[in-house]
């Protein structure tokens, strides 16, 4: 009968080995935690083809005043020729609401807020089953070639850590042949260094990190040009 068991030798640590292994680990999730934050939170200005940088600026209508604002700043500093506004319906609140969209919502506060001299471009998005962050890049490029808008480098202007995330889509959206810089707005409510001190920092970069993750893994859009690529479903048949 053949043998159903056999001795063997396993090595297991000793208290000095867990000690050190513990020790390993919490100073793994320190560092992780600590670069998450900057990785999610990035600033990188596209270069151009000449090196000096973007010129144009897109912002993301979502953002609220003080991230409209710090992108005012944005601007000033920067060698834009033109801003371009992006989002979708405006549906947070339909009750007495201005503006249908957050495009032109942001747009509005822009104009008002430094910017009235500026040349600047409210494109709006439609709604859909599409992820929406997607669904403003894939309108702004088309709204592009349109016009007949040349857009070589472009810095794109987000909020915090979900800079990193819009970042990937946009770069979906317009494919090698647009450099995309990022620019994130700096969060008031919290420390992207230390964002797990406090509630909302933990949930935003744990949420937008989720996010990023999934995005990377899971999000497939459809082919450029397609309808699917604007609604995330088939073409009706007629």
Same mark, same amino acid.
């Given at each position: 009968m053949?043998a ?7 090595w297991?640590?000793t208290?000095?080995g867990?000690?050190?292994? !513990?020790l =390993?680990?919490? *100073?793994?999730?320190?560092?992780? $935690? #600590?670069?998450? @934050?900057?990785?999610l ?23 609220n ?19 371009i ?39 709006p ?7 929406? !962050?997607? =669904?403003?890049? *894939?309108?702004?490029?088309?709204? $592009? #070639?349109?016009? @007949? ?18 970042l ?25 260094t230390h964002w797990?001190?406090t509630?909302?920092?933990a949930?935003s970069?744990?949420?937008e ?13 459809a082919?450029?040009g397609t309808?699917a ?10």
């Open positions: 053949p159903l068991f056999r001795r063997r030798t396993v297991l640590p208290a000095w867990m000690l050190a292994a !513990t =390993l680990i919490v *100073v793994g999730l320190v560092a992780f $935690a #600590r670069w998450i @934050g900057g990785y939170a990035p600033t990188a200005p596209a270069a151009g083809a000449d090196g000096r940088g973007a010129q144009t600026l897109i912002v993301e209508g979502w953002l005043e003080d991230e409209l604002a710090a992108a005012v700043d944005a601007f000033r500093r920067g060698h834009y020729e033109r801003v506004v992006s989002g979708g319906p405006n549906d947070t609140w339909a009750e007495g609401r201005r503006f249908a969209t957050f495009a032109e919502r942001a747009a509005d506060y822009l104009r008002r807020h430094g910017l009235g001299d500026a040349t600047l471009v409210a494109v998005a439609p709604s859909s089953a599409q992820e929406r !962050t997607y =669904l403003s890049a *894939v309108v702004v490029r088309d709204w $592009a #070639r349109s016009t @007949g808008t040349r857009l070589g480098a472009i810095d794109l202007f987000s909020s915090g850590v979900h800079a990193r995330r819009s990937i889509v946009f770069r979906m959206a317009f494919g090698p042949a647009v450099e995309i810089g990022v620019l994130a707005a700096e969060p008031r409510d919290y420390d992207e797990w001190t509630s909302t920092g949930k970069v744990l949420g990190a989720i996010s990023v993750a999934w995005t990377r893994c899971c999000f497939w859009p082919p450029h309808f690529e604007r609604w995330a479903i088939p073409e009706p048949r007629r």
